[in-house]
């Protein structure tokens, strides 16, 4: 599995430790699953982003309608102050999917957010999301979901993951470089 760590431009202190993450990517890559995985596997609270979503903005999804920016930056507000609000290590699974949604998320938390970017192909994806029931995100936003997503860079705080493995193995992998990010 492909993982590559991104840091934030901005400097940071040797002995500052994360402890907030946002599990980022497009709809069906598993945030949900990861996020509280990890906080089961580390001690760690999680959050779903999705429960932080205003009515309007699920009623838009449900009818396949992708959101804008405008529809974003208010859900986005909240999932900052949320992470803000919490204490100890957070998992919240975020889609997070432009560099500004996650310079957002970060400057409203208040502090380092790293992001744990699940990637994987249109294909798996796809079919992880034909196969959930009772999400409101219909697989025909997908396209929208890729469209829309702007890998986080070299100079952002990030982890990128290759989702086709094992969830155990994302969880474990994610785990150690969790581990190795804040041992520096």
Known sequence: M???????????????????????GVSG???????????AKTGGSYLDG????????????????PLSDADRWPWLEIVGAQLAQKRGQVFCACSALKRAYRAYI????????CFLH???SRQIIEERMQARTGHFMPPSLLDSQF????????DELA???????RE?????????????????
Request: overall charge negative.
């Open 147 to 154: 469209a829309a997503l702007e890998v986080p860079q070299n």
């Open 50 to 65: 999705d429960t932080f979503h205003p009515p309007h903005n699920i009623a838009l999804m449900r009818a396949g309608t």
């Open 106 to 113: 970060t400057r409203t938390a208040g502090e380092p957010v």
């Open 159 to 165: 982890i990128n993951i290759d989702i086709s493995g």
């Open 2 to 24: 492909a993982i590559r760590f991104m840091w934030m431009a901005a400097s940071r202190r040797p002995f500052d430790m994360n402890r907030l993450y946002v599990v980022m």
């Open 29 to 39: 890559c598993g945030k949900s699953t990861i996020a509280e995985a990890l906080a």
């Open 118 to 120: 699940l990637q994987g």
């Open 168 to 184: 155990s193995d994302i969880v474990e992998q994610l785990v150690a470089k969790i581990g190795e990010l804040n041992d520096q």
